[in-house]
């Protein structure tokens, strides 16, 4: 993964094509959902070495007017020697993680090495306006590993995620 400093690098790809398209309601086509939240907690590097971090993630997620999903991703160290990621995902799973829609939630998933994120949107009736929840989960007794915005596997000890913001806006954000 290539590291660019001080700047977001954002990347574009389809998630999950075919179910995607059968469950995105009609209401949501053509619309743009940013979902952010800050992440924060204690890790450990792989040289064993204990450090805190706090990251600024946010998901951008495109539904098409044929109701095909759409997602960036931009993760940015707030920490000593601040540091920009976007995912290089493939389609409906891998890496980036996989989002359908369940009625008039849009619910995420994304792996880790061990462990896992949910990050869920809930819309009006309308898909005027959205609510936001992040859950990052483990075995029992187990442990987070994940890449962090730097490309190195850590061990994460404690993390908290603050309230995420939801917002939806009609159109396609990655045209403008």
Do not use: W
Not at 5 to 14: C, E, K, Q, R
């Amino acid at each position: 993964m290539r590291i660019t400093p001080f700047l977001a690098v954002p990347i574009l790809f389809a998630l999950s094509p075919s179910s995607a398209f059968a469950a995105a309601p009609a209401a949501a086509y053509n619309k743009t959902i940013t979902i952010s939240f800050a992440s924060s907690g204690t890790r450990i590097n792989s040289l064993g070495q204990s450090a805190g971090f706090n990251t600024q993630v946010t998901r951008i997620i495109y539904v098409s007017s044929n109701g095909r999903l759409f997602m960036r991703h931009i993760a940015t160290s707030m920490g000593k020697g601040r540091r920009a990621s976007g995912g290089d995902f493939e389609p409906g799973g891998g890496r980036g993680g996989s989002f359908a829609f369940q009625g008039n939630r849009l619910v995420g998933t994304v792996a880790f090495a061990a462990g896992a994120r949910q990050i869920t949107a809930t819309f009006d009736p309308g898909f005027t306006s959205c609510t936001a929840t992040v859950i990052e989960g483990r075995t029992a007794g187990g442990t987070i590993r994940r890449r962090g915005p730097s490309g190195e596997m850590v061990e994460v000890t404690s993390v908290s995620n603050s309230t995420p913001s939801c917002s939806i806006q009609s159109g396609n954000a990655f045209a403008q």
